[in-house]
C-alpha cells in the first residue's frame, strides 16, 4: 500500500524558534494536507495544497507540495507554546478515490 | 464553525461484544469516513461512504465491521464482535465533495477500549 514517511518522528525546540518538517512518498499525490492533532482528539486540517509546487501560507504556518507529486513540506515561523501537539501529513492518490493516506506524524514539543 | 460529531467520547467493551460507535456529519456533507487510530501510531483509513453505500473499504474493515446511515443524520460504525486489537480511537469524517480538502472534516473521537 501507499507509505508517507515524516520526518523528523519528534522535534524539541525553544519557543519563538521557527519549524520544518517533512514528508516523503513512493506514490504520487494530487492533494496534500497536513493536520494537527492535540492529545484526545481528532485532527484538525491546517493547510491543503492541490497543485504541484504550490506554496500556501496560513498565519505562520507555510507548506509547499513538491514538484514530483511525492512530497511535502510545513514550516512553522516563531512557535509559540500552542504549536504543542502531533503534526500528520496525509495525500490523496491520483486514483480519484476519497480515501487519505496519513503520515507518520511528528510530535512537536516546545521546551520551555 | 460546522462541527462532526462523535459519541460516545469513550466506550469500553468486554471483547466479543458488539459496539455501535455514532457519528453526525457536518449537515450539507455527501461523503462519509471512518477512520483509526491505535494509540501512538499513525491514523488509518477504514471505508468511504457516499450516496448510501461504501464507495472503498480497507483491509481493516472487514466482515466484523459495518457502517450504516439510518436516517439523514447519523452515520454509525458497527463492530460485530469485538477483539482486543480493535481496541483504538475511532474517528468519523466527511467532506462536502470529492477530493479531500473540500472541508474534509475529522470528529473528536471515541476511545473504544476492548477488555
Known amino acids: 500500500g501507499q507509505q508517507l514517511n515524516q520526518s523528523p518522528q519528534s522535534m524539541f525546540i525553544q519557543e519563538g524558534e521557527d519549524v520544518s518538517m517533512n514528508c516523503t512518498s513512493s506514490?504520487?499525490?494530487?492533494?496534500w494536507l497536513w493536520y494537527k492533532q492535540d492529545p484526545g482528539e481528532g485532527p484538525v486540517l491546517l493547510i491543503a495544497?492541490?497543485?504541484?509546487?504550490e506554496l500556501t501560507s496560513n498565519g505562520r504556518l507555510t507548506a509547499q507540495f513538491g514538484i514530483t507529486r511525492k512530497d511535502s513540506f510545513l514550516n512553522i515561523s516563531a512557535s509559540i507554546p500552542s504549536d504543542v501537539g502531533i503534526y500528520f501529513c496525509a495525500g490523496l492518490s491520483i486514483f480519484g478515490n476519497e480515501k487519505l493516506t496519513f503520515g507518520t506524524g511528528t510530535r512537536l514539543t516546545i521546551i520551555p | 464553525e460546522p462541527e462532526v460529531t462523535q459519541t460516545p467520547s469513550h466506550q469500553v467493551t468486554q471483547m466479543g461484544q458488539e459496539v455501535i460507535l455514532r457519528c453526525v456529519p457536518i449537515s450539507n456533507h455527501l461523503y462519509f469516513y471512518w477512520y483509526r487510530q491505535i494509540l501512538g501510531q499513525k491514523v488509518e483509513f477504514l471505508v468511504s461512504f457516499y450516496n448510501n453505500e461504501i464507495s472503498e473499504k480497507s483491509e481493516i474493515f472487514d466482515d466484523q465491521f459495518s457502517v450504516e446511515r439510518p436516517d439523514g443524520s447519523n452515520f454509525t460504525l458497527k463492530i460485530r464482535s469485538t477483539k482486543l486489537e480493535d481496541s483504538a480511537m475511532y474517528f468519523c469524517a466527511s467532506s462536502k465533495a470529492q477530493g479531500a480538502g473540500y472541508g474534509y472534516t475529522f470528529g473528536s473521537g471515541t476511545r473504544l477500549t476492548v477488555v
Open positions: 495544497l492541490y497543485k504541484a509546487g
Open positions: 506514490s504520487i499525490f494530487n492533494t
